[in-house]
């Protein structure tokens, strides 16, 4: 059964060391409260998880804006999902790829 969301995982530090120890490539980390919101990405979130590992962190949940892209990059994201971003038309790629 899956229970994503509903139930609390668990403690994010040793979880991350353990998934590095096994070789891990990088992460997909999403916001749950923020996904699918537009609300802006959890920086702190993302700000966490990139100070527990040296492994490349992507960034799920709450973008909105080419702001938030760019917010993403400067926390250290390597990349961030935008599906609902480009979807609901509040980010044009052609304002976060640069030629």
């Not at 700000?47 to 492994?55: A, E, P, Y």
């Not at 949940?61 to 993403?72: E, S």
Request: one cysteine or more; proline letters at 5%; charged letters at 25%.
């Amino acid at each position: 059964m899956v229970k994503g969301w509903t139930e609390e995982g668990p403690e994010l530090a040793p979880t991350l060391a353990s998934l590095d120890d096994a070789g891990a490539p990088r992460y997909i980390v999403t916001a749950i409260a923020r996904d699918g919101t537009l609300d802006g990405p959890d920086l702190r979130l993302y700000k966490q998880v990139i100070g527990l590992t040296d492994r490349p962190v992507i960034a799920s949940g709450g973008v909105r804006t080419a702001d938030d892209i760019w917010a993403l990059r400067d926390a250290g994201c390597e990349a961030s999902v935008t599906g609902k971003a480009l979807y609901e038309k509040t980010l044009k790629l052609s304002q976060v790829i640069r030629g």
